[in-house]
Each structure stands twice: as C-alpha cells, then as structure tokens.
C-alpha cells in the first residue's frame, strides 16, 4: 500500500531512561495509532558517542550526533524531543523554537521561572509562525487518568471539596546510594518536588480543571551527603569513596485552595519504603469521589454518592473499553497497558495537534504555570511555611 502521509523526522536529545521510553514511543505510535503524519527517527543526541551509538541502534535511530545543535541544524529534522536534565532544557527548545522545530520537552519545564517564561515567550512567538510545542506530563496520558478528568467534567463528583495528592517512591531510602544528578540542584533544579511533585501538580489540574492558587509548605533534605557516582543508568548507580553534599530536597508536603474553592494537600517524597511508584490522587465531591493509584494503572476507583447508602461504595473501573481513552487502539478489555504507553499516547497527540495545527496540552503556559508553583513550594519552605500566593497569568 502506498504511504502518501507526510514524514516528520524527529531528533531526540538524550538517551538514557527517559530517552529511552521517548524512542519506545516514537517508533511504536504509528503501528497503532492512525496517525496524520509518519514519524521517523531521524537523530539521536548525545555526549558519548559509544554510548549515544548503542541505544540508537538498539532502537533504530537512522543517524547521530554528540552535539545538539547540530541536531537542530540538520534538514531532516522537524521534531526536537528533549529528554536531558532541566538545566539544558531553556536552551535546546529556544534554539530549537526559533529554528522552526516543534518541540517536544520533558517535565518539570525547567530549573528556573525565569527559564520557563523565556521557554514559554519562545512558544508564543514560534505558534504564530505553526510551530508547535508542549511539555510532556505524561500521566496525563493513563486512560485511567484521563476517564477521571471526563467523569469531572461531566459533573459525575459534582462540587470538588477536596484533593488529595501523593507521588511516593523510595529508590533513594539507602543512605549510600550515589550522588548522582538528580540530587544536585544546578542540574535537577529541585529534589523530589520537581522530579515528581510537578507531576502530581500538573495531574491535579488536569483532571480537575483547576489550579492552586497558593501554597503553604515544608521540605526536608534527610540525608545531606551521599558517595559521589561514578556510573549511573536511570535509576540505578554506583559510587565511589568521595562524598558530596545533597542540595535538593528529599521530600516536600503543601496544602493549598483550588480556584474553584476546593482544598487540596500534596505529597511528594523518595523515601517512602516499600513504594515504588505510587501515583495517588483522591478527588471528593458533592456527589461522589474518584481515587487513582499507579501502580493499579488500569484501574480507576469511583463513589457515587447519589445511591442510597445501602448500596453506595467505591467500585473498581478497569479503564481498558474501546470507549475510554486511548483503548481502541489496543487491546481487548481487560488486556491492560504499562508505563511506556503513556509516552505512545503522548506523542500521538503532539503529532496529530502539529497536523492539525492545532496547540497541543500541555503547553509551555502550562509549564510555566507549574514551575510558579514549584517556586512557591520552595518559598514557602523556606520561610516557616507562610501561604505563597501562585501566579496564574
């Protein structure tokens, strides 16, 4: 059959756990999605060649490059796909923005507000110009997630009085595990409020349709210094004798109001034993409640308080009908999905809004928007708690 869509070439800068689930989802979107245009693999970008060489061909990048910018400068390059540590991100997508490349960029946006405004003004300007750009909160993607915001929409929990928010890991409870850059705050930005915390954020106002319009917080940093890395691949490393000093925060809770009126308390932490990945998110309305866990992905939990008490009670929604988001691409019901096809609904809709011209979501306002928050946080936790106010403009 003759393939007449047109072919966007995709450059990817990074490769290694977040660069990595990006090329899974690059190459396998269009064998389920019918998409508008045809994605190719065009480049992929990093500093070790060797290593830069290796994921390439494990995942059939066409061609590489060890310095972005001739990433960007190349013919066959439509798309910029961003998946390296916060304090390139400002840098890579403006330059990318102004060349004429949509961008794809990984949360948090960036290390700094004012990095975000500086992202998000480029957006603004490379839109008018059809050049396309959103930051890429992934758990948007979740069908479970994304039947949530529906049911919300649709008035099914009616008026929301409360939220509530955790994203528990615990990769770093061992005192010894390695300073690697996520606990470095020039590279990350912050600890565990940006790495997950903006997820739970930008979750809440996702599904909810609501922002917090201030905070009140307290952060922790439990261990202060840890062996320096000497190798590190996602998650996992290994160190050395030298130590370092932490100068991010381990853990960070905040309570704030919704715009809608709505309380809301989040939790952010990597030192809660036992959790893995525990994505939560507990909405209570007037008419019911709606309760969401990641590491139950395909489920979504739902209270209609509209039933008579004895026949009222949570129950258990497998999010996996043709008719909920994103299913009928996939599988039968009840065949359910893992953490890499959030990625593949991610990029499918990026594509599909670059052919429709159309601005995608999130975008870099709304980026922008959780980094004023994250900044808030920190605000806050640094001066006994008092209620920052969150800029929403």
Not at 61 to 71: F, I, Q, S
Not at 147 to 157: F, M, P, S, T
Request: glycine share 10%; charged share 25%.
């Amino acid at each position: 059959m003759h393939d007449d869509k047109p072919t966007l070439g995709v450059g990817m800068v990074g490769y290694a756990f977040m660069g990595r689930v990006h090329s899974q989802a690059w190459r396998t979107v269009g064998a389920f999605f019918d998409l508008p245009v045809k994605p190719t693999l065009a480049v992929l970008c990093g500093r070790s060649r060797e290593a830069v060489t290796a994921t390439a061909e494990q995942f059939g990048w066409a061609a590489v490059e060890t310095d972005w910018k001739e990433l960007i400068n190349r013919d066959d390059v439509q798309i910029v796909d961003i998946c390296t540590p916060g304090d390139s991100h400002a840098e890579i997508a403006i330059a990318a923005l102004e060349a004429g490349k949509h961008v794809l960029c990984e949360k948090p946006l960036a290390n700094t507000v004012g990095e975000a405004e500086a992202m998000a003004a480029a957006a603004r300007a490379a839109a008018a110009k059809g050049v396309r750009s959103m930051v890429a909160f992934n758990y948007r993607r979740v069908p479970a997630v994304a039947l949530a915001r529906r049911l919300v929409a649709d008035g099914k929990i009616g008026e929301i009085r409360h939220v509530r928010a955790q994203y528990l890991q615990d990769w770093i409870v061992d005192p010894e595990f390695p300073l690697v850059w996520r606990l470095q705050k020039d590279k990350a930005g912050s600890g565990a409020l940006g790495d997950i915390g903006a997820h739970i954020i930008d979750a809440v106002a996702f599904i909810t349709g609501q922002r917090l319009a201030g905070v009140s917080a307290i952060t922790e940093t439990f261990i202060k210094e840890r062996p320096l890395a000497e190798a590190s691949s996602g998650l996992a490393a290994s160190g050395g004798r030298e130590r370092g000093p932490v100068t991010v925060d381990d853990a960070a809770l905040f309570i704030g109001r919704l715009t809608g009126g709505g309380l809301a308390s989040f939790e952010a932490t990597r030192f809660a034993s036992g959790r893995k990945n525990a994505l939560r998110i507990e909405i209570n309305g007037s008419l019911g409640s709606l309760y969401f866990d990641f590491e139950s992905m395909n489920e979504l939990w739902f209270h209609d308080h509209t039933l008579p008490a004895e026949e009222s009670g949570f129950r258990r929604i497998i999010a996996t009908e043709p008719g909920h988001p994103y299913m009928d691409a996939w599988w039968p019901p009840g065949h359910g999905l893992g953490y890499e096809h959030t990625f593949t609904h991610e990029v499918r809709d990026f594509l599909t809004a670059i052919a429709e011209g159309t601005d995608p979501t999130p975008s870099f306002d709304d980026g922008l928007w959780v980094q004023r928050v994250l900044a808030a946080v920190e605000k806050s936790a640094a001066d006994d708690s008092r209620y920052v106010p969150v800029e929403d403009r």
